[in-house]
């Protein structure tokens, strides 16, 4: 597609409860990115991916959370027994071949937990 | 890590009023990027700039790495400028790409 997108626009869900969010990156970018944005608050990285492996997952907050990207292209972030504080908009960017190139972002998932 | 702060925090504006945007770094940068988030959440890319000055209409801006800093120019602003301006940087020191935001400046313009 045109640019990132990324699904669903909206989850709600219950704590304790599996979830996964889904981004699709840019057509040809080979590096991937997550970021999560709190209420008020500029995103924070969680993890980066250049082609299929994670190439940096220090942002990751915690062991309930886990993402893959097993083709290159889509990347599926998991979040195992969720919790309230784990509510945010979670991004996705993409960028072209070079470590070093412009980061384009998706539109967030917004993630709600009760 | 590199620290990132944005000033002023809250801006207001009356339409038709130019402003300045800065983004203080505490370290080398590899990558330095403008955003506008619009009402709806949506990162809207203004300016990748990790040094020199670019324009793009009525927005510029421009980067002295060597000074660890960046200024967001808004001239002749709109209604729809409003919304949340971030700077973005990558540290040299980072692997990959990742970015560090600062906290934003709020911008409103009235009509």
């Known amino acids: 597609g045109a640019g990132v997108s990324q699904t669903p626009s909206n989850k709600v869900t219950e704590k304790g409860k599996y979830v996964e969010l889904r981004c699709d990156p840019i057509?040809?970018?080979?590096?991937l990115y997550w970021y999560r944005q709190s209420l008020g608050q500029g995103p924070e990285f969680l993890i980066y991916?250049?082609?299929?492996?994670?190439?940096?997952d220090s942002g990751l907050p915690n062991d309930r959370f886990f993402a893959v990207r097993p083709e290159g292209s889509v990347s599926t972030l998991k979040i195992q027994r969720t919790e309230r504080g784990d509510s945010a908009v979670y991004l996705c960017?993409?960028?072209?071949?070079?470590?070093?190139?412009?980061?384009?972002f998706g539109p967030g998932t917004r993630l709600t937990v009760l | 890590g590199i620290q990132v702060e944005q000033s002023p925090p809250d801006l207001i504006l009356q339409e038709g009023a130019n402003s300045t945007l800065r983004c203080n770094f505490s370290?080398?940068?590899?990558?330095l990027q403008w955003f506008h988030q619009n009402p709806w959440g949506q990162l809207i890319n203004l300016f990748y700039?990790?040094?020199g000055t670019k324009q793009n209409g009525r927005l510029s801006a421009t980067t002295v790495a060597t000074e660890r800093y960046s200024l967001l120019y808004i001239s002749s602003s709109q209604t729809t400028d409003s919304g949340v301006y971030f700077c973005?940087?990558?540290?040299?020191?980072?692997?990959?790409?990742?970015?560090?935001f600062g906290g934003g400046t709020r911008v409103l313009v009235k009509p």
């Open positions: 960017a993409s960028s072209g071949t070079s470590s070093y190139n412009e980061q384009f």
């Open positions: 057509s040809g970018h080979t590096a």
């Open positions: 991916f250049q082609g299929t492996g994670a190439a940096d």
């Open positions: 370290d080398s940068v590899n990558n």
């Open positions: 700039i990790p040094s």
């Open positions: 973005a940087v990558s540290s040299i020191k980072a692997a990959g790409n990742k970015l560090t």
